[in-house]
């Protein structure tokens, strides 16, 4: 923690630089009380850390009981640096006794306030719910901010994103924040593949030359993303052939088999992403369905795909989406190439028209 209560009750801030030798003199000299619990704290001047306060036994405190990690102090710190700089008024740690949270800053703009949250340590997601629903109830804007992955490149690509960064996905953006090199890293227009792997555009600011509200517009490069997609597609395809171990009874090489389409030859309309999150690839209920259509089977598709594979659960919109879109471009389902650009016009108005809509 960088804030404090002193024994007059008033609140401390370690959020300016003082020298070593004032901490000292200052620790031998005064009590420190959390403003949760009103526990005695520790002030702690070490080597690796920068000087914080810390429970004596977290344990019993609620709301301040995360234990902070070296990267979430500096964090919180540099981001403070950050919005102060920018003249922001911004409170660090404020204790919100309503809903007993105690967001890492508090920003006023105006009539608004936005609680900034620097997430470094696993969160479930129902103590993320709870939290951004005691926020709600305040009428304060969250603002999640997750570390930064190990690794950043910018521009077009495919992204793995693990579920802690996965839930903090919002308006199909992702903001982290890479503490050592003070730079803010965004993920803009995250369109989900499958699993864990994501189409993204990504660009770092260092957070000197971002002023603050965020108003962070990267272009949706329409043809660059689906040129990422369809290789995307690609690498899919050339792992699924490569990793199947169960030849022709495989349920996607059977289809494939029985519907005598080379997987060279898998037209290009089987794989396009869906705006609806599921663990499957495109590629194998596209092709499923396709194959159902082709078949005559029409009746209750959601149904038959879901027989097809129980743990696919493909919802009835992203069926109707992808069908409409299908059978728009190519009535007859002919195992024909489609234009790339009428694709990448699909994916764009499924993602960034609709991006606030959903
Ligand atoms: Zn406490």
């Not at 800053?105 to 936005?114: A, E, G, R, S």
């Not at 499923?288 to 082709?294: N, Q, W």
């Not at 009835?316 to 190439?337: G, K, M």
Request: glycine share 2%; charged share 20%.
């Amino acid at each position: 923690m960088l804030s404090a209560l002193t024994e007059k009750q008033e609140m401390v801030y370690l959020t300016h630089e003082l020298s070593k030798e004032r901490l000292l003199e200052i620790r031998q000299t005064q009590h420190f009380y959390c403003p949760a619990c009103h526990e005695q704290l520790v002030l702690k001047i070490g080597q690796v850390m920068i000087p914080h306060f810390a429970h004596r036994k977290n344990e019993h405190c609620q709301v301040f009981s995360e234990g902070e990690s070296a990267l979430h102090l500096q964090g919180k710190y540099a981001l403070y640096r950050w919005l102060q700089f920018q003249h922001m008024p911004v409170l660090v740690e404020p204790y919100l006794k309503a809903i007993q949270q105690r967001p890492d800053l508090l920003i006023q703009q105006q009539d608004k306030y936005i609680a900034v949250e620097f997430q470094c340590s696993a969160l479930t997601p129902k103590r993320l719910t709870k939290r951004n629903k005691g926020y709600q109830k305040l009428g304060i804007e969250p603002l999640w901010i997750a570390k930064a992955k190990p690794s950043f490149y910018e521009g077009v690509q495919c992204v793995q994103l693990a579920p802690f960064y996965q839930q903090f996905i919002l308006n199909r953006q992702l903001l982290t924040f890479d503490v050592e090199r003070e730079q803010l890293q965004m993920y803009d227009h995250l369109i989900h593949i499958a699993g864990r792997r994501y189409l993204t555009t990504a660009k770092r600011t260092p957070i000197h030359h971002q002023p603050f509200p965020l108003e962070l517009v990267i272009p949706f490069e329409q043809e660059k993303i689906a040129e990422q997609w369809l290789q995307e597609r690609e690498r899919y395809l050339v792992n699924r052939l490569r990793f199947n171990r169960r030849g022709i009874q495989d349920s996607f090489f059977k289809l494939c088999y029985e519907h005598k389409i080379m997987l060279q030859a898998l037209p290009n309309w089987i794989g396009i992403p869906s705006s609806v999150q599921l663990s499957v690839h495109p590629v194998e209920w596209q092709l499923a369905l396709t194959c159902f259509i082709r078949s005559g089977v029409t009746q209750d598709l959601s149904s038959q795909l879901y027989h097809h594979n129980r743990t696919w659960r493909i919802p009835e919109r992203a069926i109707r989406t992808y069908i409409d879109f299908v059978q728009r471009e190519n009535p007859n389902l002919s195992w024909q190439d489609l234009e790339i650009s009428s694709i990448s016009e699909e994916i764009y108005r499924q993602y960034v028209a609709l991006k606030f809509d959903n």
